[in-house]
C-alpha cells in the first residue's frame, strides 16, 4: 500500500538547518506531484513546498523562498526539504503529502496520500 514517512525533524537553534526526508512506498514518486506542508499549533495547515509529477517544477511559499528547497531523488524513491536560516515562527508539524494529479500545488486539498508527520522546533 501507499506509505509515506517523513523524517529529519528535531530540534535547533534559530539560524540552524535541517534536512527533511519523506520515504515513498507503494508508488513511484517521479509519478506523482510531491509537497511538503506545515501545521503549527492552532493555525491551519499550509503549503511550504511543492515539485511537479511532469518536468519536477518547484514552487516554495513566500515566506520560504530563498531558505527552503525541496528536491525529489527519483533513484532512491524520495523526497527532500532543505530548510536554512531557520526561524522560530518554522516550528510546526512538517507533513509530506503526493497527489497524482494536482492541478494547483499549493492546494492542500489535492493531495491523496499523507504522511504522519515530523516535528521541526526552532528556538529562539
Known amino acids: 500500500q501507499v506509505q509515506l514517512e517523513e523524517s529529519g525533524g528535531g530540534l535547533v537553534q534559530s539560524g540552524g538547518s535541517l534536512k527533511l526526508s519523506c520515504a515513498a512506498s507503494g508508488f513511484t514518486v517521479s509519478n506523482y506531484a510531491m509537497g511538503w506542508f506545515r501545521q503549527a499549533p492552532g493555525k491551519e495547515r499550509e503549503f511550504v513546498a511543492a515539485?511537479?509529477?511532469?518536468?519536477?517544477?518547484?514552487y516554495h511559499a513566500d515566506s520560504v523562498k530563498g531558505r527552503f528547497t525541496i528536491s525529489r531523488d527519483n533513484a532512491k524513491n524520495t523526497v527532500y526539504l532543505q530548510m536554512n536560516s531557520l526561524k522560530p515562527e518554522d516550528t510546526a508539524v512538517y507533513y509530506c503529502?503526493?497527489?497524482?494529479?494536482?492541478?494547483?500545488?499549493?492546494?492542500?486539498?489535492?493531495?491523496?496520500?499523507w504522511g504522519q508527520g515530523t516535528q521541526v522546533t526552532v528556538s529562539s
Open positions: 515539485i511537479s509529477r511532469i518536468g519536477g517544477s518547484t
Open positions: 503529502a503526493a497527489g497524482r494529479v494536482v492541478a494547483e500545488p499549493r492546494g492542500k486539498y489535492e493531495y491523496d496520500y
